[in-house]
């Protein structure tokens, strides 16, 4: 008899992009606990320049950063055919910021301190 062998899928990649690296390790420390895989970037020009932007199964940015916000990386994904699903997030919400994120598109428009169990729920949504 031979052991068959198990294939295990690996768990999603998920691109954290936020120019705090505190945010950064505590989205990817939030993700790995639920089985998830995080890549950070502190702009969202890093992401867009690896690629990883085509890899991933969803993107969870800030809205305001240095450079290339949350809402022109999630109109410049669109634009390049990137299909994967965008979690906007901020400490600063305002209704025209959220309501242009949604209307791109947007899995979700979360506010900051973020809720752990919101952040998972949304993610969950989009995964396959």
Do not use: W, Y
């Amino acid at each position: 008899m031979t052991p068959e062998k198990i294939l295990v899928a690996p768990s999603p990649l998920i691109a954290i992009v936020d120019d705090d690296s505190g945010v950064r390790g505590s989205l990817d420390s939030l993700l790995r606990s639920a089985g998830m895989r995080g890549i950070g970037f502190a702009h969202a020009e890093d992401l867009l320049a690896s690629t990883f932007s085509e890899r991933v199964a969803c993107v969870v940015t800030d809205l305001h950063m240095p450079g290339m916000t949350g809402l022109e990386l999630q109109s410049e994904m669109t634009r390049r055919g990137c299909a994967a699903p965008v979690i906007l997030m901020t400490a600063f919400p305002t209704e025209a910021a959220q309501n242009q994120a949604m209307a791109g598109g947007a899995t979700a428009f979360l506010v900051k301190p973020i809720d752990p169990d919101a952040l998972l729920d949304a993610i969950e949504s989009v995964l396959p």
